[in-house]
DNA sequence: CTGCGTGCAAATGCTTTGCAAAGAC
DNA sequence: GTCTTTGCAAAGCATTTGCACGCAG
């Protein structure tokens, strides 16, 4: 149970958060496995998934799930933003601010509770 | 191979249809094979997830990818909407228009396609 | 030392596929 | 009767878990 015995440092931790510290960018697990395992060779994926969960409930990092695509995982703690996927390489990018007009307008009866907007198109890596 | 051959019109074929039309929200394969299931007892997965894809192929259903869940399907050929997820029940449910001031601003270098909106909260049957 | 974290492999859970039998036309 | 569709069971994938060993503290 994370969070009540100890937390040790170990390579592999290490290796994951910076990972998500220099990408700069939300990640999913297979994404992390490739940049982590530059650091790490031999890191498993099944370490990948423990230490996320870990960092998660730490709160150190925050879920963004993606509409059809794998969970991926971002530095938490930052104000109300938004995503944008690349159609081409399949990266997820924050974007600042929120082109949000009002609150939607609901169902009679509906109760309104939070929002989501994912914005798709071209990175500028995959524009060349 | 759909599309090609024949289509013939099944009983099995033909719940599904109906319970998209009296659903009429986006429906996932398991809620699906529940409504169709009433209606043609014993029908199973495998055909609710062939019958689906081929409804996709001729275009009488759209998918609807959700952030962290599983795919819906929607009767195809409406205009541009967003959709509701309640936090209670989990179903999904069409909104009419759209919010969304202006498209969003993107990073330099990137180009804009498309976007997708969800709205969460609780719908009318689980405010009771 | 003590016991948490890791790697491997087996186990899930959801979706897809192979195959023989049932059904549409 | 012919050829598609179905139901069952097995196969795939991505993710999770069990276990014995290795490493952090």
Redesign the pocket.
């Known amino acids: 149970m994370?969070g009540t015995?100890?937390?040790?440092?170990?390579?592999?931790?290490e290796a994951?958060r910076a990972a998500f510290v220099e990408a700069d960018r939300p990640l999913?697990?297979?994404e992390l496995l490739g940049l982590a395992q530059a650091r790490?060779?031999?890191?498993?994926?099944?370490?990948?998934?423990?230490?996320?969960?870990?960092l998660v409930e730490d709160r150190w990092l925050a879920e963004v799930a993606v509409p059809g695509g794998?969970?991926r995982y971002e530095v938490a703690g930052k104000a109300h933003h938004h995503h944008f996927q690349c159609r081409g390489c399949g990266t997820l990018h924050e974007l600042e601010g929120c082109e949000l007009r009002a609150k939607p307008k609901l169902p009679v009866g509906f109760e309104y509770a939070s929002h989501e907007l994912f914005v798709y198109g071209t990175c500028a890596a995959c524009m060349k």
């Open positions: 994370p015995g100890q937390t040790r440092n170990t390579r592999q931790k994951i999913s697990p297979d790490v060779g031999g890191l498993s994926l099944a370490t990948i998934y423990r230490n996320i969960s870990s794998a969970m």
